[in-house]
């Protein structure tokens, strides 16, 4: 089992951890100094021209003190964990603004978590792409739609982002989503991999207990849940809809092309496994040898 200490961590996941607390320590105490010493006209410059001064600075150091890739790894977590604090203060607005404060929160642990979780358990494939903040045009076009149905409805239909227990039901699941994927990475460990791998390594080995006695593609079915749990959070209506039917299309070919080459790697062991365990993904059945289905 990995052991979760610091120790342990490689020294951009030590980098990464050390900039997103560091950050999101630093805007909290910010954002909650109202609420602590009450508001006041100096007060509020600190709450909310604070962070932004904060982050600049944080930066400009940052930037003297690293270089490339630690540079790089720095600013992201740094960001992330920025817009982690952010979240946590929204979310206690008594508006339908906490809505999208919680799933700001959500979104950046997200992104940070899926860093720390390679650094982790897989650090030889580590690199920036490992925070899947570029993770697709797609990606980036569906959460902007996310943003501005959310901001349209709370501007025309603010009651409409007021059913906090519904809201509550997203967040579950995407904290039910999360830990299914960092079970999968986890337990997977170098076996696991942002991307579909089609050489197989000396090392590589047919995962099959833990998680994915339950699921053969559980860092899918926690992402899969974990989509749909954002825009329940946000209360997109639309959103629920196309983000369900994006991810389902998206998982359903990438667990096609995935199976494939599995198949091709482990053969007759893999077709047992099929046999008994499920993808974990509603109506998708993958790739069998035979159906193309």
Same mark, same amino acid.
């Given at each position: 089992?990995?052991?979760?200490?610091?120790?342990?961590?490689?020294?951009?996941?030590?980098?990464?951890?050390?900039?997103?607390?560091?950050?999101? *320590?630093?805007?909290?105490?910010?954002?909650?100094?109202?609420?602590?010493?009450?508001?006041?006209?100096?007060?509020?410059?600190?709450?909310?021209?604070?962070?932004?001064?904060?982050?600049?600075?944080?930066?400009?150091?940052?930037?003297?003190?690293?270089?490339?890739?630690?540079?790089?790894?720095?600013?992201?977590?740094?960001? !992330?964990?920025?817009?982690?604090?952010?979240?946590?203060?929204?979310?206690?607005?008594?508006?339908?603004?906490?809505?999208?404060?919680?799933?700001?929160?959500?979104?950046?642990?997200?992104?940070?978590?899926?860093?720390?979780?390679?650094?982790?358990?897989?650090?030889?494939?580590? *690199?920036?792409?490992?925070?899947? !903040?570029?993770?697709?045009?797609?990606?980036?076009?569906?959460?902007?739609?996310?943003?501005?149905?959310?901001? !349209?409805?709370?501007?025309?239909?603010?009651?409409?982002?007021?059913?906090?227990?519904?809201?509550?039901?997203?967040?579950?699941?995407?904290?039910?989503?999360?830990?299914?994927?960092?079970?999968?990475?986890?337990?997977?460990?170098?076996?696991?991999?942002?991307?579909?791998?089609?050489?197989?390594?000396?090392?590589?080995?047919?995962?099959?207990?833990?998680?994915?006695?339950?699921?053969?593609?559980?860092?899918?079915?926690?992402?899969?849940?974990?989509?749909?749990?954002?825009?329940?959070?946000?209360?997109?209506?639309?959103?629920?809809?196309?983000?369900?039917?994006?991810?389902?299309?998206?998982?359903?070919?990438?667990?096609?092309?995935?199976?494939?080459?599995?198949?091709?790697?482990?053969?007759?062991?893999?077709?047992?496994?099929?046999?008994?365990?499920?993808?974990?993904?509603?109506?998708?059945?993958?790739?069998?040898?035979?159906?193309?289905?």
């Amino acid at each position: 089992m990995v052991e979760l200490s610091v120790k342990n961590i490689c020294p951009a996941g030590k980098q990464a951890l050390v900039c997103f607390l560091l950050s999101s *320590t630093i805007f909290t105490i910010s954002f909650f100094s109202g609420n602590v010493f009450g508001y006041s006209a100096e007060l509020w410059a600190l709450t909310y021209w604070g962070p932004a001064l904060y982050f600049c600075l944080f930066n400009f150091v940052l930037r003297y003190c690293y270089k490339e890739f630690m540079y790089e790894v720095s600013t992201r977590a740094a960001f !992330l964990g920025c817009a982690f604090a952010t979240g946590l203060y929204l979310a206690t607005f008594d508006s339908g603004v906490s809505t999208f404060g919680a799933y700001l929160a959500v979104l950046s642990f997200f992104h940070f978590s899926e860093f720390m979780s390679v650094a982790l358990t897989n650090p030889s494939t580590l *690199t920036i792409d490992s925070f899947i !903040l570029n993770h697709s045009v797609q990606y980036a076009i569906a959460a902007v739609a996310s943003w501005t149905e959310w901001g !349209l409805e709370y501007y025309f239909c603010p009651d409409m982002k007021t059913c906090y227990s519904l809201s509550c039901v997203g967040l579950a699941l995407c904290i039910g989503g999360e830990l299914v994927r960092k079970s999968a990475m986890f337990t997977a460990k170098t076996n696991f991999n942002h991307t579909v791998q089609f050489v197989k390594k000396p090392d590589h080995r047919l995962v099959t207990h833990g998680v994915y006695a339950l699921c053969r593609h559980p860092s899918y079915v926690g992402w899969f849940y974990w989509s749909v749990g954002t825009q329940i959070i946000l209360l997109n209506p639309f959103c629920v809809v196309a983000y369900g039917l994006a991810s389902w299309s998206f998982f359903r070919e990438r667990v096609f092309a995935e199976e494939a080459t599995l198949l091709a790697f482990f053969g007759a062991q893999y077709v047992q496994y099929q046999k008994k365990v499920p993808t974990g993904l509603p109506l998708i059945k993958g790739y069998t040898i035979d159906s193309s289905q």
